[in-house]
């Protein structure tokens, strides 16, 4: 059985970008029967958690053969395993990891940080609006690179698991509304039937206090 760990409560400004959403998506489009396991986020800081998941952080994801963790790992693991949401063709194959990991490491680290600044009482307003520009930037990049395609990588893969769940984060912070190709971009994965019932379970864990 896989297993992958998620947390017991979460801010209710990050319901539904906590990174094990990725994970569960995955798991849906494959159709693969899958066990989250939960835990307090004070456990996740102290063993046996960190033999799991070194950082504390979540997920971490098992099987009977396998341990380990970082999501992007796992969605390229599971994609070379059950050989869907990868293309085998080699240069396909290296436009989609490129997508992956532009979401994953020039976007996704900007974006976060201009979101829980929003919520830092002692962030000096021009530290702010810095990052926010660095996000609008990196915001419209992406605009004009996707311009009318429906994919970034040319067909459902991990890349737009990824990129659509990082951009979830611009979206809530109304970085995409100049872009609408990118909120349509948004809704059309969103409306996928597997990603639904990976947010529908995701959220189920943290209900309305």
């Not at 990868?86 to 532009?102: I, S, Y």
């Not at 979830?168 to 609408?180: E, F, I, W």
Request: charged share 25%; hydrophobic share 40%; glycine share 4%.
């Amino acid at each position: 059985m896989i297993q992958f760990s998620c947390l017991t409560d979460v801010p209710g400004m990050t319901k539904g970008l906590v990174r094990e959403l990725r994970v569960r998506w995955m798991l849906e489009e494959l159709g693969l029967p899958h066990e989250a396991v939960i835990y307090s986020h004070p456990d996740t800081k102290k063993h046996p958690y960190l033999d799991l998941q070194p950082f504390g952080q979540v997920p971490y994801f098992k099987t009977d053969e396998l341990q380990m963790f970082e999501t992007g790992a796992i969605l390229i693991h599971l994609a070379l395993k059950y050989n869907k949401f990868l293309p085998t063709e080699e240069v396909a194959r290296a436009h989609t990891l490129q997508w992956m990991f532009a979401a994953q490491t020039s976007v996704e680290p900007f974006l976060f940080h201009v979101f829980m600044l929003k919520f830092d009482p002692d962030a000096a307003e021009s530290t702010k609006a810095r990052g926010r520009q660095i996000c609008i930037d990196r915001v419209k990049i992406l605009s004009e690179k996707l311009g009318e395609k429906e994919y970034f990588s040319g067909e459902f893969s991990i890349a737009e698991i990824v990129m659509t769940t990082v951009l979830r984060t611009a979206n809530m912070s109304g970085l995409l509304d100049p872009h609408p190709n990118l909120v349509k971009y948004i809704q059309r994965l969103e409306a996928r039937p597997a990603y639904q019932r990976a947010l529908a379970e995701h959220v189920k864990l943290y209900p309305e206090k």
